[in-house]
């Protein structure tokens, strides 16, 4: 103990060791998760001029074992009719949401508390984020990440680049990741040549790329691709498709 302004302070060598070690750890931690939220965002801005040159889907997939066949390729040089399939299958309100579908949000979750289970309300950016710069999976981090991300891209790119990435990094299963290698694999042609019956079938098939079949299609695929049909025609008709098909 030593005086000090006529009283007593512990001697400062006797203090209990500060645990230095954590906060040093901490920092780093913080330090490292800041990196990677940075690195992230500028990826995703490099990603409005460049392709993604692949996902974590699609490593994963390679380290299964399988042949990952992918050609990107503009959107000019992908039918109309599998865009119109595509927002019909997964998200009708693609030209006019944020990223994010609060209408299918609340859907939902009202579902799940009326004991229904509890299903996807991810929306065509959604996925699109989270194939690009996110893991599959559930979980509340990966979800919160991912809506974060569909944001983010619905503000620095334009709907036709959310699509056009969305159409190029989709997986249509046996290895098939995007459009292109999709349409060649499974109709022998290339993806601006599909027509309606064909791209309504890739469309079918996209909730589960593995289990469900084009080549032959079964009769839930097959009567799936019919209802899409008639919904494309809707999409078409409505202009719900005009963000990405516009004059």
Avoid at 123 to 135: G, H, P, S
Avoid at 151 to 161: C, G, M, N
Wanted: positive net charge; hydrophobic residues 45%.
């Amino acid at each position: 103990m030593c005086a000090r302004n006529g009283g007593w302070e512990r001697n400062p060598m006797s203090r209990k060791p500060e645990s230095r070690p954590f906060r040093r750890a901490l920092r780093l931690v913080l330090k490292f998760l800041g990196g990677v939220f940075l690195g992230v965002h500028l990826y995703a801005l490099a990603l409005v001029f460049v392709p993604a040159p692949g996902t974590a889907l699609m490593v994963q997939r390679m380290v299964e074992g399988e042949t990952v066949r992918r050609t990107a390729v503009p959107l000019d040089k992908v039918s109309p009719n599998l865009v119109r399939a595509v927002i019909a299958a997964e998200d009708s309100g693609f030209c006019d949401h944020s990223g994010i579908d609060p209408q299918a949000v609340s859907q939902a979750i009202r579902e799940y508390r009326a004991g229904k289970g509890l299903r996807g309300a991810s929306t065509i950016t959604q996925q699109t984020a989270k194939n690009l710069f996110l893991w599959n999976g559930g979980g509340l981090a990966r979800k919160a990440g991912e809506a974060w991300m569909a944001v983010f891209i619905d503000f620095a790119w334009s709907k036709r680049r959310v699509m056009e990435h969305y159409l190029n990094v989709a997986e249509w299963g046996d290895g098939l990741f995007g459009a292109e290698a999709a349409a060649r694999a499974r109709f022998g042609k290339p993806a601006r040549e599909l027509t309606a019956r064909e791209a309504a079938l890739l469309a079918a098939v996209l909730p589960s790329p593995n289990r469900w079949r084009v080549d032959p299609p079964g009769p839930y695929v097959r009567q799936r691709a019919f209802t899409l049909e008639a919904r494309m025609r809707v999409v078409a008709g409505e202009g719900l498709d005009a963000c990405v098909l516009g004059d």
